[in-house]
């Protein structure tokens, strides 16, 4: 995997949306996997501020979502479908009618989970997928020990991912439900291109982790190892424990500027 270094999380940002501006000029209906939680937000920004600019086309492109509460109806302001309607699909000037993501208030939630394998088979595959990670190395929802073979399915949250999200809920973690579906780690895998980006020292032993320990479903975000075009941006404080920073750094500074991420 690629190990790129940034001085902040806005750099991040900007790289990482140069990255979909360039898929984009390359495949205008190419189908974006995009993560909701506060990291990838400078990501957003930056896209939609070169879409203004006319340096990124969206006109064509299409978004998929990676997770979802259960039992949340979709209008809830906090159903990640909503999340994304305000800061991805509406600043980027994307219709729902180009947008992917499974029925978290379905009855059978397996079924839901098996049609939003199907729905993303059928409409070609993610091209680029943008993803955080969770302290404990969690990627979308999978929680540790998640299958590394995983499809999308249903998962129960860990009580510190609940309680980390209840800032979303009030503060009140009552209302945060129990259970998401989340795309498995055999379907992100299956995307073209991950991207992953962390930022801040909290983070710092999840990218430890997931970088250079073994890979093991301990550490689900280790399973990018297994793809042959993953991406890992992360900040200072996000690298801050990489023994093999500095190697990361001199391969990005000499790396052929035409490749792109
Ligand atoms: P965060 O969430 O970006 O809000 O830290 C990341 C995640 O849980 O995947």
């Known amino acids: 995997m690629e190990v790129v270094i940034v001085p902040d999380a806005e750099s991040g940002g900007d790289l990482i949306a140069e990255a979909m501006a360039r898929l984009l000029r390359q495949k205008p209906d190419a189908l974006l996997g995009v993560a909701t939680g506060s990291t990838p937000l400078p990501v957003y920004r930056a896209l939609s501020a ?8 969206t006109s064509r492109a299409r978004v998929a979502q990676l997770d979802e509460y259960v039992g949340l109806p979709a209008e809830h302001p906090e159903s990640y479908r909503s999340v994304l309607r305000r800061e991805v699909l509406e600043p980027l000037g994307i219709p729902m009618e180009r947008f992917l993501g499974p029925d978290g208030a379905a009855e059978d939630v397996q079924a839901a989970c098996e049609d939003y394998d199907r729905a993303l088979a059928t409409a070609g595959g993610v091209d680029l997928q943008l993803l955080g990670i969770g302290t404990d190395g969690h990627i979308g929802f999978n929680e540790p020990c998640s299958s590394l073979a995983s499809r ?9 991912t609940r309680v980390d999200n209840a800032r979303f809920f009030e503060g ?12 498995g780690i055999g379907t992100i895998l299956e995307a073209r291109h991950l991207v992953l980006l962390a930022t ?3 983070k710092a032993d999840a990218v430890a982790a997931t970088v250079e320990g073994p890979v093991a479903a301990v550490c689900p975000a280790s399973a990018l ?20 920073a500095d190697y990361f750094r001199h391969t990005y500074a000499h790396k052929p500027h035409w490749q792109g991420l």
């Open 50 to 57: 070169r879409v203004r600019a006319g340096g990124a086309d």
């Open 152 to 160: 999308t399915r249903i998962k129960t949250l860990t009580e510190q």
């Open 172 to 183: 009140d973690i009552e209302q945060v439900p129990h259970h998401v579906i989340t795309q």
């Open 200 to 202: 801040g020292e909290g």
């Open 225 to 244: 190892q297994l793809h042959p075009h993953a991406t890992v941006v992360v900040d200072e404080g996000a690298a801050s424990r990489l023994k093999l």
